[in-house]
């Protein structure tokens, strides 16, 4: 297996094989009392014995287990894929902890990420882990009907005017419908899978295991605050009255934007499991792929703009980038979906990244950069390595903007990024191992490990020093590209507490 490939499969393969640990403490201790797991509400949280044991094979399985549903609904008249619908949702309402389903959940979002992460995978694979992304497998319309009649204290039927039961997303957490409101407005309803709080704290639970394992790979890990930062961040992501404010907080920071759109909550049909917002238009990541390379890359720098400009502007980072949480319009628009993974900075954390960029980009002092990393903790200090060593392992994140020039986002600088975390064995093999992720800069990897994925996929290019020297605030530079004069025109135009954030 080629070292690019290799590097999400190492990730996951440890992710398993802790999984698969637990498996055969669970199996024998079963075995000795003659008992099984049971099954335990819709989302068939069947014990994290038997949702481990999915873990390792159900990725590739239920892919094909779905496609061939839909293989067959081709070939069927009108009435026996009406059957065969049916069918299979029931299927997915009994069994939702059945195949790719099992997967609803943390360990879900593990596949989601890894469907993106490495282009070096093996394309069925990647074809399989993909149907996570934005196509995974609905429940059944009667449990997202009772799930809002729980939540708003109506059936669908009676609080829209139009209600479509067919979800138009299916993803770890929920599946989202089209409805359209009694005054008129089309919308978006997020109704959450009944039974995923339980599942998901399993999988944290498992986390831990996993996490703890890896410190015998990476010795400057501690993984006590990395699980806790993990868990409060990903347990947040089930109450979806705080998704509903950071995603009004997104759209208020970003309303009337030339090019970035995020939602409108509807605060009224929405609850702690419901979560309704404007219905947004514009193509998924797919489609964006099959565009000219002039539209990829302004739907990067958007992309790019929103995520930095977010970040050092107004202090919040939406931790999920990934291709099922866009939707693009020509000319570069593009809609934000998805924040119950939000981290809001304080000044103070916010710092430590300032200085490092000032340190490795704007200075290119290596000796001033390896003490910012020690003293934050990303780092094992008094450890054997010289300055230059250490700038050159943490460089690689710089790279696209220590040079004003234009420069292309890769695949395989991508697969390099996420080498860096995980390949212990290359040549920077002993400073990954003295390595460590400190709490605040936990979430902010996604970077890393997706963001960086993302642009590589659509080629983007673009100068990314200049305008990252427009979205740092401390460098705030003249606007570099139409995108630039577009978004300074309409920051000058806000409320001075609307720009300020």
Not at 96 to 125: I, R
Not at 197 to 219: H, V, W
């Amino acid at each position: 297996m080629p070292v690019r490939r290799s590097t999400v499969v190492t990730a996951a393969g440890a992710a398993i094989a802790a999984a698969g640990v637990l498996v055969r403490r669970r199996r024998a201790g079963a075995a000795a009392t003659g008992s099984q797991p049971a099954i335990a509400g819709p989302i068939g949280a069947t014990g994290r014995a038997h949702r481990s044991a999915v873990l390792a094979g159900s990725a590739s399985r239920a892919g094909g287990t779905w496609a061939v549903d839909r293989a067959r609904r081709v070939f069927a008249d009108a009435e026996r894929r009406e059957e065969l619908d049916v069918a299979l949702q029931l299927r997915t309402a009994e069994h939702v902890a059945e195949t790719l389903g099992n997967l609803k959940g943390a360990m879900m979002k593990l596949g989601q990420m890894a469907s993106y992460l490495d282009q070096g995978l093996p394309e069925p694979v990647r074809e399989a882990l993909a149907s996570l992304q934005q196509d995974a497998p609905p429940m059944a319309p009667e449990l997202a009907a009772g799930v809002i009649e729980a939540e708003l204290g109506k059936q669908p039927a009676d609080l829209f005017a139009e209600w479509d039961p067919v979800p138009i997303a299916s993803a770890s957490i929920g599946q989202v419908h089209r409805a359209l409101t009694h005054d008129g407005r089309a919308v978006a309803v997020k109704v959450q899978y009944p039974g995923v709080d339980e599942a998901i704290k399993g999988d944290l639970d498992n986390a831990g295991l996993l996490f703890s394992g890896m410190k015998f790979l990476f010795p400057g890990l501690d993984p006590a605050p990395l699980v806790a930062e993990l868990r409060e961040r990903i347990v947040e992501e089930l109450d979806y009255r705080l998704e509903a404010e950071n995603q009004r907080l997104f759209a208020a920071y970003y309303e009337d934007h030339p090019f970035i759109h995020v939602p409108a909550v509807v605060d009224e049909l929405s609850s702690g499991r419901v979560l309704t917002t404007e219905l947004a238009g514009g193509v998924r990541f797919a489609e964006l792929l099959t565009w000219s390379q002039e539209e990829r890359d302004l739907a990067a720098e958007s992309i790019y703009r929103f995520v930095f400009g977010s970040l050092y502007r107004h202090h919040v980072f939406n931790g999920d980038p990934h291709p099922g949480n866009y939707l693009f319009e020509p000319g570069g628009r593009v809609t934000f979906l998805d924040f119950g993974l939000v981290k809001r900075f304080t000044p103070a954390e916010l710092q430590p990244f300032e200085d490092m960029i000032d340190a490795m980009v704007l200075r290119h002092d290596p000796a001033g950069f390896r003490r910012i990393v020690e003293e934050v903790g990303l780092l094992q200090p008094g450890r054997p390595f010289t300055d230059a060593q250490v700038a050159e392992y943490f460089g690689h994140f710089y790279e696209f903007v220590l040079e004003d020039r234009e420069v292309a986002m890769t695949e395989e600088y991508a697969s390099e990024t996420v080498r860096r975390f995980f390949d212990t064995s290359g040549e920077h093999g002993e400073i990954m191992k003295a390595a460590n992720v400190p709490p605040s800069m936990v979430i902010i990897q996604r970077i890393n490990l997706g963001l960086y994925a993302i642009l590589g996929q659509l080629g983007a290019t673009a100068n990314w020093r200049k305008i990252a020297d427009e979205l740092w605030p401390w460098v705030d530079a003249a606007p570099s590209t139409p995108f630039g004069v577009a978004e300074a025109t309409w920051r000058a135009a806000r409320p001075a507490t609307a720009a300020a954030g």
